[in-house]
């Protein structure tokens, strides 16, 4: 229980962190996208919370928070404080954010109920909305006043000239009188000319009315100016500045699962938070620092992150010296455990360290705690995969073969990390109730129904025994009633023997449980392996032999012979190696492909930073192993699937 609680708290925790960061940046830092309408109007946050997130955090939690509230001020004008500070729901959030909007005019940033009470103003806050709906500019919605009644009420369905405009028509041709099937009236139709150049036949009230005012053509554009952010990536035309921020997003962020994201990734550098994911403030800045098309992006610290102060424009001869320098850069991480400080290399020759390196550094990367993934042998689960029952530790599926446990590990795993069940309560209670399992007085004896399932008297499951008392039979005869069901028990034959499962698995020479042996049998192992072979041994398929030793090929990759690490063992194994080749060739015997486009033959990596590489070095990669042709590979947008592969 203590620890469902704790988890509950870290998860919230999280997320109270990202919202503090944001509100310190975006009252701070200039380059945030939100400064204009939190710092830029002069709005703070209180030293309190600017100095200590805990004291953010605790306030947070005794005033209602959860994950579905959002924080705003009660008084746009006074700072973040627990006195001007309230978490709302996500639909009057969004009122909010309308309210703190500023919008800039005449030299000026104020809010919308500033500006309603500013002399300059002349219309009113509905207007002012629509008005920046459809694209006014601020200054024009501002001063201009409502347009007086429409003139075209002086005319009738039969009098408007020719010639007259309505908004984008333009009236042309003559009155055509037409009455449908259905209509009571005659309707008259005018032939309209729109600024695009088609012609259409519009009925006279829908112009006077001003519910028609173009072709369609109208509601197109407004439709395209809305939705376009930036105008960099329309249709098949990705312009340059926008094909290198992709690239930047792709190098800094482990999310995104790129290849080259091991060149800078794995090395710590980042992407700032002014242009993550928000590709607007990054073109802004490289507009105004001399890029072109000709130019790359470097930094003036190769380990320094991505940001508008270490970042500048340089020439091809540059880029590719300082590609030379940041390749050669070195790559140590540096851990911490036992009040010790040490690099990876280090840690892993440490006798404290029962992994290898490879092994050591995904367990970092995975968030497991440095003494923890030090500490403990390969098999060992996560500290995330650990509950606590009975004062004990152990992963679920040893909680499963525990004789405590009256549940499967499915139904064992959904209770807990599904439903959050308490992990002593999923363990005790028998499937289909949500109480924990009764006693059972039977024989004069009083027993949980898990206990008596293994007494030698019952002849079912603690399930089917389970199930018989809560139908309501009596406790003798749900207990000694055999089973009517269709199947009969299995019977397997071993040095000369025949036995059924269960009575193998109660054998002297059985080194695992039942479940384990059930499975092992269902896999296809010999009995006689299967009843042997000890728990945590490797399937006999994953053996290999190799300079006349067999071992897994865990231990193959920790043997002095081998060259490379563990997963590229395995990669040279399924990809049809001989064992001996794939454990004595270093991995750098590998020479990267080449690729040969354009007249040019290079490395795909450096197919993919060419500027006629419109997609990602992974996508890049699955294309040529798809047998595309190699131009077309390049120069193929990434929205074209395999199926609709150009011939």
């Not at 010790?340 to 705690?369: F, H, N, Y």
């Not at 002095?560 to 040279?572: D, F, I, Q, S, Y």
């Not at 060419?610 to 590979?633: G, Y």
Request: some cysteine; aromatic content about 8%.
């Amino acid at each position: 229980m203590d620890d469902t609680l704790k988890q509950s708290r870290d998860i919230q925790c999280r997320r109270l962190q990202r919202l503090w960061h944001h509100m310190i940046d975006a009252c701070n830092n200039t380059h945030h996208p939100d400064y204009l309408v939190l710092g830029g109007m002069g709005v703070t946050v209180c030293i309190d919370w600017r100095n200590d997130f805990s004291e953010f955090c605790d306030w947070s939690l005794m005033h209602g928070y959860s994950k579905n509230l959002w924080l705003v001020r009660v008084n746009l004008d006074d700072p973040y404080s627990p006195e001007n500070c309230a978490w709302v729901s996500g639909r009057m959030y969004k009122r909010y954010l309308q309210l703190c909007h500023g919008y800039t005019a005449f030299g000026e940033t104020k809010r919308l109920e500033r500006w309603l009470a500013d002399p300059r103003c002349v219309i009113r806050a509905e207007t002012f909305r629509r008005r920046i709906q459809t694209g006014w500019p601020v200054e024009r919605t501002l001063t201009e006043p409502l347009a007086p009644a429409p003139e075209r009420s002086s005319y009738t369905t039969t009098t408007i000239p020719l010639g007259t405009v309505f908004s984008r028509l333009t009236v042309i041709g003559t009155v055509d009188r037409v009455r449908g099937p259905g209509m009571t009236r005659t309707a008259y139709y005018y032939t309209c000319r729109c600024i695009c150049g088609v012609e259409r036949q519009v009925m006279a009230q829908s112009l006077l009315k001003g519910t028609t005012r173009s072709c369609g053509c109208l509601q197109r554009d407004t439709m395209r100016r809305l939705s376009t952010i930036h105008g960099e990536s329309t249709g098949e035309h990705f312009s340059r500045l926008y094909q290198t921020w992709l690239h930047l997003n792709n190098d800094c962020l482990p999310s995104n699962r790129q290849r080259h994201y091991r060149t800078p990734g794995e090395r710590g550098i980042t992407l700032c938070h002014a242009w993550l994911d928000n590709f607007g403030s990054f073109r802004d800045w490289a507009l105004t620092h001399d890029y072109s098309d000709e130019m790359y992006l470097q930094r003036h610290d190769i380990r320094g992150e991505y940001s508008p102060d270490n970042c500048y424009w340089s020439t091809e001869q540059l880029n590719q010296r300082q590609n030379m320098q940041d390749a050669h850069a070195p790559r140590t991480v540096q851990v911490t455990a036992f009040g010790e400080t040490k690099r990876l290399m280090a840690w892993a020759a440490d006798p404290r360290c029962m992994v290898s390196k490879s092994a050591l550094a995904l367990r970092i990367r995975q968030g497991w705690t440095p003494e923890y993934a030090i500490s403990n042998p390969v098999g060992t689960p996560s500290e995330k995969r650990l509950h606590t029952a009975f004062g004990v530790r152990k992963s679920l599926n040893e909680w499963a073969n525990d004789s405590r446990c009256v549940v499967s590990l499915s139904v064992l795993e959904s209770r807990v990390q599904s439903q959050h069940w308490p992990v002593e309560r999923a363990l005790i209670t028998p499937l289909g109730t949500g109480q924990p399992e009764h006693n059972l007085t039977i024989f004069g004896e009083t027993k949980q129904i898990s206990d008596w399932g293994r007494d030698p008297r019952c002849v079912v499951s603690a399930r089917t025994l389970g199930l018989r008392v809560r139908n309501g039979w009596d406790a003798e005869r749900a207990l000694t009633t055999v089973s009517q069901g269709p199947t009969q028990p299995r019977h397997l034959s071993a040095w000369g023997e025949t036995h059924t499962l269960a009575e193998w698995a109660k054998d002297s020479r059985c080194l695992v449980t039942k479940a384990q042996l059930t499975d092992r049998i269902n896999h296809g192992w010999d009995l006689a392996t299967a009843i042997t072979t000890p728990a945590q041994a490797p399937k006999p398929s994953r053996l290999l032999t190799a300079f006349q030793e067999t071992k897994s090929q865990s231990l193959w990759a920790r043997d002095p012979r081998c060259m490379v690490p563990l997963a590229t063992l395995r990669g040279r194994l399924a990809r049809g190696w001989d064992i001996e080749k794939a454990l004595t060739t270093p991995a750098d015997d590998c020479s990267p492909r080449l690729l040969t486009a354009f007249g040019e033959t290079r490395t795909l990596a450096d197919w993919a930073r060419d500027p006629r590489c419109v997609v990602s070095h992974a996508l890049l990669t699955n294309r040529i192993h798809d047998k595309w042709d190699p131009e077309i590979a390049l120069t193929t947008p990434t929205h074209v699937s395999r199926t609709d592969k150009p011939a």
